[in-house]
């Protein structure tokens, strides 16, 4: 299975949460595809040794935050339209990654035309490579 | 009294000669939890599942268990209820294969292959004698003997105790399997606080007699706080006035660290009021929530008995 949950007790992340940023990882990185099912609640609960109600809990924020979606009785995909981050979280990353872009281009030296040049570059680009 | 209440505990206060051991504990264990019971040695929690189970009167207050009156469980009821004691007590010239089988003729329900999953899953050999088992392996044969019957309330008092980290998982595995069957309830005690964290879904807190928090472990989890006030270099924080919901205070150098349950606008106003140059949250984990209930405290906290 390309989908290798791993959860911590004893962190500062519930295993719920551990759950719904693993799978959102897995997302983003492709390594969960759109036609594969994600495990059923029993069967992860069994594979992490962990509570059933826990992994019910991290299915329901990501079919709530429309990253998966239940397929009718074939279990739970990644949505076809999926926002792996919603509201104020998808904000807040979006600023993280600006941020250190930003400072790491103003140590590096360049000026703010030529970063917004290259930034410009890089979206079309990415807009040619098919990138959603 | 709640109606999905497997076991309902009302007021209940015991004591050993003159010693107050349970002080007006009231709780409700809901029908399908896997309810952690909590607290450290001492505390009562085996006194308290002695009373749950009919074994022991209390001194005053009443339980029911399974619709049934605690002081006159009948003994269908009683068939439905599996309990494991700490001490694993197990005739230790018979095999884990007569065990088994010894124990089998006394329920009308005894499932064979759960008996038999459990024995492999901690690996026991079914030609050793009681006698001769590790107390891991004792505990496993226990766990076996407890589960074959199909009890509709499991009640576990400290499982873990002097397990192995492999029978540890095999223990946490054999729970989550009794799960598989709605309306299985397990009630058990622990001082695991990670095993607690995977497998159940609601807690209790008894400290020092008293019931300092039941409910859900999310709700647990999200009513309690960690701050750090940091002060300027070589300064000396300051004595702390009294906070609401305060159940942990610890001192490092130049800064506070506290654990506080549901703070609110005033205590934000008053973490601030200490002349602390920086107030912040700091996320913690399951077991340092805990702490305040089950460590030492600097300062009597409040209850948490209204997160329902």
Known sequence: MSLAIVVHPGSTVPIYRQIVEQVCAAAIAGRLRDDEALPSVRALAEQLVVNPNTVARAYAELSRDGIIEARSGRGMYLSERRRIYSGPERARR?????????????????????????????????RKGGHR | MRSDAVISIRDVTHYFGRRRVLDQ?????PRGSVFAFLGRNGSGKTTMIRIMLGLLEPTRGGTRVLGDDGRRISPETRARIGYMSESHALYDWMTVEQLGAYQATFYARWN????????????????????????GERAGLSLAITLAPEPELLVLDDPALGLDPVARRALLESMLYVTRAADRTIFFSSHLLDDVERVADHLAILDRSVLRASCSVDAFRSSISQFRLQFAACSVPPNLPPIRGMLHARTATDALWLTI????????????????????????????????????????????????
């Open chain 2, 112 to 135: 064979q292959r759960i008996f038999d999953s459990v024995v492999g899953h901690f690996r026991l050999n079914r030609e050793t004698k009681a006698g001769s088992l590790s107390r």
């Open chain 2, 25 to 29: 504990v009231s709780l409700d264990v």
């Open chain 2, 261 to 308: 349950a549901r703070p609110d606008d005033e205590t934000q106003r008053v973490l601030h009021s200490l002349g602390a140059p920086i107030v912040d949250e700091v996320p913690l984990n399951f077991a340092d929530a805990l702490t305040g209930y089950l460590g030492e405290r600097d300062v009597r906290g409040s209850f948490l008995g209204g997160v329902a």
């Open chain 1, 94 to 126: 979006m600023e993280q990654a600006v941020s250190t872009f930003v400072s790491e281009a103003f140590v590096l030296g360049y000026e703010p035309d030529e970063i917004v040049e290259h930034v410009a570059r890089r979206v079309k680009a990415a």
